[in-house]
């Protein structure tokens, strides 16, 4: 799993993903986002986004392409294989 999908607490739709150490630290601090409740107070490096304004459309999906790969990359190299993930072109 590398993201979730949902309602925050106004019913405005917040989207949780996995992130990098680096981004992790960088986004906790940025408005619009916090560390994901019940991920990130059990050590995990999750973010939620809870302003769902269009503006930030963009770095949504960024964050949840990095996400993907992140966990994609966790995968054996025999799965990731099987499923086509991180394959370098030949």
């Known amino acids: 799993m590398f993201a979730i999908g949902g309602w925050g607490k106004d019913k405005r739709p917040a989207f949780a993903f996995k992130t990098s150490a680096q981004n992790y630290y960088f986004l906790r601090e940025c408005e619009g986002y916090i560390p994901a409740p019940y991920f990130a107070n059990r050590g995990m490096k999750w973010i939620q986004q809870i302003d769902s304004a269009n503006e930030k459309d ?14 994609s990359l966790g995968l054996t ?3 990731q294989k099987q499923l086509g993930l991180n394959q370098l072109s030949d």
């Open 58 to 71: 963009q770095d949504l999906q960024y964050y949840l392409t990095q996400s993907h790969r992140l966990v």
């Open 77 to 79: 190299k025999l799965k």
